[in-house]
């Protein structure tokens, strides 16, 4: 037996020589900007066919163009989430135009985000599915309720459209999206689903997995029993904790992780 007693302690490695990942900074070079947007978009959408999020041709998650700021780039009409790649997304401009890629745009995408993106000059990506419990919840009128410490980053901070006319193929519809989303990150569209935004592609799509997982928690705590809700000081308090887009960017980065090492294709 080896006898440690006269060792040292281990010395505590300083904080600064310990990796973290934090967002990227690109400065003026917004081809390497566009380029990680393209591949952290085409990531999420990967992410949703893997979480089940697709239903036919519905849903879409957009990225705003560094450069061409009022253009955003989204995934292909009839493409699934599950095999789309960096080189398949389209750019759309302003007036629903494709201006690159070779693929129709979903013109409910362009009627939804094009008004989010106009609406929100803050706000980078805008995600959008048919995901079942966002479904769910959406047929009730509901909002989220504080009963979990994860659903409170949406206490005060998402919006119900109380409101349903058909498929969204208009920009008036988009616009009254938008003026329902306010300054939110998100809000339930009645009848409809879920949309999330984000001042990146990673916080959008981490707001919209996580509300999705909020739905599916709420509805099943409710058939379940009475849930205990967290009180308006806590919920606040932990909104402020966890409700801003750096924590969503740093919860995204395990997931983004998994598919970008098991399905490396999507940077074709």
């Not at 998650?61 to 560094?66: S, V, Y």
């Not at 009645?190 to 928690?217: K, P, Y």
Request: aromatic share 10%; with cysteine; glycine share 6%.
């Amino acid at each position: 037996m080896t006898d440690t007693s006269a060792r040292p302690a281990p010395e505590p490695i300083p904080t600064d020589q310990l990796q973290f990942a934090l967002p990227p900074s690109f400065g003026d070079d917004v081809a390497a900007e566009r380029q990680y947007r393209k591949e952290r978009l085409t990531a999420a959408l990967r992410l949703f066919g893997r979480f089940g999020f697709e239903e036919g041709v519905a849903g879409h998650i957009t990225a705003r163009d560094p450069e061409f700021t009022d253009h955003f780039w989204v995934n292909p009409f009839g493409m699934s989430f599950k095999h789309i790649t960096v080189s398949d997304l389209i750019l759309v401009n302003h007036s629903g135009q494709v201006v690159e890629g070779r693929y129709h745009v979903n013109q409910a995408a362009f009627a939804i985000h094009s008004q989010v993106h106009r609406a929100r000059p803050d706000v980078v990506a805008a995600a959008h599915s048919h995901s079942t419990y966002g479904r769910a919840l959406s047929a009730l009128g509901e909002l989220l309720e504080p009963i979990t410490q994860d659903v409170c980053a949406f206490y005060e901070d998402h919006a119900l459209f109380d409101d349903y006319t058909g498929v969204v193929v208009d920009a008036e519809e988009g616009r009254r999206i938008a003026g329902a989303l306010g300054p939110h990150k998100a809000v339930i569209l009645r009848n409809h689903g879920l949309l999330t935004v984000g001042d990146s592609v990673d916080a959008a799509a981490w707001w919209f997995i996580t509300m999705e997982r909020s739905c599916q928690v709420q509805l099943a705590a409710k058939a379940a029993g009475k849930p205990v809700p967290i009180s308006h000081e806590n919920a606040v308090h932990t909104r402020d904790q966890l409700g801003n887009d750096l924590v969503a960017w740093i919860n995204y980065q395990p997931l983004f992780q998994q598919i970008s090492r098991s399905e490396p294709d999507l940077f074709t």
